[in-house]
Protein backbone atom coordinates (compact mmCIF):
# COMPACT_ATOMS: atom_id res chain seq x y z
CA UNK A 1 0.00 0.00 0.00
CA UNK A 2 0.88 3.62 -0.51
CA UNK A 3 1.98 5.81 2.61
CA UNK A 4 -1.23 8.10 1.46
CA UNK A 5 -3.17 4.70 2.00
CA UNK A 6 -1.70 3.71 5.24
CA UNK A 7 -2.27 6.89 6.65
CA UNK A 8 -5.53 6.85 6.25
CA UNK A 9 -6.45 3.19 7.65
CA UNK A 10 -3.89 4.29 10.62
CA UNK A 11 -4.79 7.42 11.62
CA UNK A 12 -8.67 6.01 11.78
CA UNK A 13 -7.08 2.79 13.75
CA UNK A 14 -5.78 5.12 16.36
CA UNK A 15 -8.61 7.67 16.22
CA UNK A 16 -10.96 4.52 16.92
CA UNK A 17 -9.03 3.95 20.41
CA UNK A 18 -11.01 4.33 23.57
CA UNK A 19 -8.89 7.02 25.98
CA UNK A 20 -8.33 3.61 28.43
CA UNK A 21 -6.67 1.90 25.03
CA UNK A 22 -4.79 4.23 24.47
CA UNK A 23 -3.38 5.19 27.56
CA UNK A 24 -2.54 1.15 28.21
CA UNK A 25 -0.52 1.38 25.03
CA UNK A 26 1.34 4.01 25.42
CA UNK A 27 2.53 3.35 28.87
CA UNK A 28 3.55 -0.17 27.46
CA UNK A 29 5.45 1.87 25.03
CA UNK A 30 7.31 3.48 27.63
CA UNK A 31 8.17 0.67 29.37
CA UNK A 32 9.50 -1.13 26.30
CA UNK A 33 11.67 2.12 25.73
CA UNK A 34 12.76 2.04 29.43
CA UNK A 35 13.28 -1.64 29.24
CA UNK A 36 15.32 -1.79 26.20
CA UNK A 37 17.26 1.18 25.28
CA UNK A 38 20.74 2.19 26.65
CA UNK A 39 20.73 5.99 28.26
CA UNK A 40 23.94 6.07 29.60
CA UNK A 41 25.96 8.18 26.70
CA UNK A 42 22.70 10.24 25.95
CA UNK A 43 23.04 14.07 26.80
CA UNK A 44 20.92 15.48 24.33
CA UNK A 45 17.17 13.86 23.49
CA UNK A 46 14.63 14.72 21.23
CA UNK A 47 11.79 13.64 21.69
CA UNK A 48 8.49 15.15 20.25
CA UNK A 49 5.07 15.93 22.37
CA UNK A 50 2.46 14.07 21.60
CA UNK A 51 -0.73 15.68 19.19
CA UNK A 52 -3.71 14.23 21.30
CA UNK A 53 -6.07 14.60 18.72
CA UNK A 54 -4.31 11.91 16.54
CA UNK A 55 -3.45 10.20 19.51
CA UNK A 56 -0.16 9.47 18.93
CA UNK A 57 1.44 7.47 21.73
CA UNK A 58 1.94 9.40 24.84
CA UNK A 59 5.55 10.71 25.29
CA UNK A 60 4.29 12.44 28.59
CA UNK A 61 5.21 8.87 30.13
CA UNK A 62 8.78 9.01 28.92
CA UNK A 63 9.62 12.65 29.42
CA UNK A 64 7.96 12.39 33.14
CA UNK A 65 10.24 9.28 33.81
CA UNK A 66 13.62 10.90 31.72
CA UNK A 67 13.02 14.24 34.30
CA UNK A 68 12.71 12.04 37.51
CA UNK A 69 14.96 9.40 37.15
CA UNK A 70 17.72 10.97 34.72
CA UNK A 71 18.39 14.48 35.05
CA UNK A 72 21.78 14.03 33.44
CA UNK A 73 19.96 13.88 29.88
CA UNK A 74 18.59 17.29 28.19
CA UNK A 75 14.86 16.50 26.77
CA UNK A 76 15.12 18.83 23.74
CA UNK A 77 11.60 19.38 22.06
CA UNK A 78 10.75 20.75 18.34
CA UNK A 79 9.45 24.00 17.06
CA UNK A 80 8.30 24.18 13.44
CA UNK A 81 10.30 27.46 11.96
CA UNK A 82 7.41 28.23 9.26
CA UNK A 83 10.02 30.32 7.02
CA UNK A 84 12.15 27.21 6.86
CA UNK A 85 9.81 24.50 7.18
CA UNK A 86 12.36 23.27 9.50
CA UNK A 87 12.23 22.02 13.04
CA UNK A 88 14.73 23.94 15.69
CA UNK A 89 15.61 22.00 18.83
CA UNK A 90 14.58 23.45 22.41
CA UNK A 91 15.50 22.31 25.81
CA UNK A 92 12.15 21.39 27.90
CA UNK A 93 12.08 23.34 30.69
CA UNK A 94 8.59 22.77 31.71
CA UNK A 95 4.86 22.65 30.33
CA UNK A 96 4.74 26.17 31.10
CA UNK A 97 7.23 26.94 28.29
CA UNK A 98 4.29 25.17 25.60
CA UNK A 99 1.57 27.11 23.52
CA UNK A 100 -0.25 25.65 20.88
CA UNK A 101 0.56 26.13 16.98
CA UNK A 102 -1.37 26.69 14.25
CA UNK A 103 -2.19 23.12 13.84
CA UNK A 104 -2.59 22.64 17.68
CA UNK A 105 0.74 20.83 18.26
CA UNK A 106 2.31 22.04 21.57
CA UNK A 107 5.24 23.48 21.05
CA UNK A 108 8.12 25.90 22.79
CA UNK A 109 7.26 29.81 22.63
CA UNK A 110 10.81 29.85 23.72
CA UNK A 111 14.31 28.67 25.55
CA UNK A 112 17.59 27.75 25.12
CA UNK A 113 18.17 26.43 21.38
CA UNK A 114 19.92 23.13 20.68
CA UNK A 115 21.69 22.59 17.51
CA UNK A 116 20.57 19.26 15.38
CA UNK A 117 24.27 17.79 15.57
CA UNK A 118 24.57 18.27 19.05
CA UNK A 119 21.72 15.33 19.65
CA UNK A 120 22.38 11.54 19.99
CA UNK A 121 18.70 10.52 19.91
CA UNK A 122 15.51 11.35 18.30
CA UNK A 123 12.59 9.52 19.29
CA UNK A 124 10.04 10.26 16.00
CA UNK A 125 6.20 10.32 15.72
CA UNK A 126 4.88 7.97 12.88
CA UNK A 127 1.52 6.64 11.32
CA UNK A 128 2.70 3.24 11.20
CA UNK A 129 6.09 1.58 9.99
CA UNK A 130 7.39 -1.52 7.95
CA UNK A 131 9.64 -4.40 8.60
CA UNK A 132 12.68 -2.58 6.69
CA UNK A 133 12.45 0.76 9.49
CA UNK A 134 10.59 2.52 7.14
CA UNK A 135 8.07 5.16 8.16
CA UNK A 136 4.98 6.70 7.12
CA UNK A 137 4.75 10.30 8.54
CA UNK A 138 1.82 13.16 8.00
CA UNK A 139 3.99 14.11 4.68
CA UNK A 140 5.78 17.31 5.55
CA UNK A 141 9.24 16.00 5.87
CA UNK A 142 10.10 17.91 8.95
CA UNK A 143 12.15 14.49 10.63
CA UNK A 144 13.76 13.52 7.55
CA UNK A 145 15.15 17.39 7.37
CA UNK A 146 15.94 17.11 11.41
CA UNK A 147 17.57 13.40 10.83
CA UNK A 148 19.65 14.50 7.86
CA UNK A 149 21.44 17.44 10.24
CA UNK A 150 21.84 15.21 12.83
CA UNK A 151 25.42 13.48 13.53
CA UNK A 152 25.36 10.06 11.58
CA UNK A 153 25.49 7.78 14.80
CA UNK A 154 22.68 9.35 16.13
CA UNK A 155 20.31 6.90 17.20
CA UNK A 156 16.47 6.76 15.16
CA UNK A 157 13.66 5.62 17.14
CA UNK A 158 10.41 5.43 15.92
CA UNK A 159 7.22 5.14 18.66
CA UNK A 160 4.13 3.33 17.32
CA UNK A 161 0.93 1.50 18.92
CA UNK A 162 1.00 -0.67 16.42
CA UNK A 163 3.02 -3.21 14.59
CA UNK A 164 4.72 -2.95 11.41
CA UNK A 165 2.87 -2.98 8.12
CA UNK A 166 4.49 -5.85 5.34
CA UNK A 167 5.68 -3.45 3.12
CA UNK A 168 4.91 0.39 1.97
CA UNK A 169 5.06 0.80 -1.84
CA UNK A 170 6.29 4.97 -2.40
CA UNK A 171 9.51 4.81 -0.79
CA UNK A 172 11.47 8.20 -1.01
CA UNK A 173 15.03 8.30 -1.39
CA UNK A 174 15.07 10.71 0.65
CA UNK A 175 13.26 9.37 3.68
CA UNK A 176 15.49 8.32 6.85
CA UNK A 177 15.01 5.21 7.92
CA UNK A 178 14.61 4.13 11.65
CA UNK A 179 17.06 2.41 13.67
CA UNK A 180 14.43 0.70 15.71
CA UNK A 181 10.72 0.96 16.55
CA UNK A 182 9.13 0.79 19.72
CA UNK A 183 5.29 -1.09 20.31
CA UNK A 184 3.93 -1.51 22.84
CA UNK A 185 4.74 -5.45 22.16
CA UNK A 186 8.01 -5.25 21.06
CA UNK A 187 11.37 -3.59 19.78
CA UNK A 188 12.30 -4.22 16.51
CA UNK A 189 15.66 -3.33 15.41
CA UNK A 190 16.15 -2.68 11.69
CA UNK A 191 19.58 -3.27 9.55
CA UNK A 192 21.47 0.04 8.44
Known amino acids: MTKEELRKIYLQKRRSLSSAEYEQLSAEVCENFFNHVDLSSIEFLHIFIPIEKNKEPNTWFIIDRLQKRFPEINVVVPRVNHQTEEM ?4 FEGKDQLQMNTWEIPEPKEGKEVKAEQIEMVLIPLVTFDH ?3 RVGYGKGFYDKLLGKCKPD ?3 IGLSLFEPVEKIDDINP ?3 KLQSCITPI ?4 FEP
Do not use: M, T
Not at 88 to 91: G, K, Q, S
Not at 186 to 189: D, F, H, L, T, W
Open 88 to 91: ENFI
Open 132 to 134: LGH
Open 154 to 156: CKR
Open 174 to 176: HDK
Open 186 to 189: KVSN
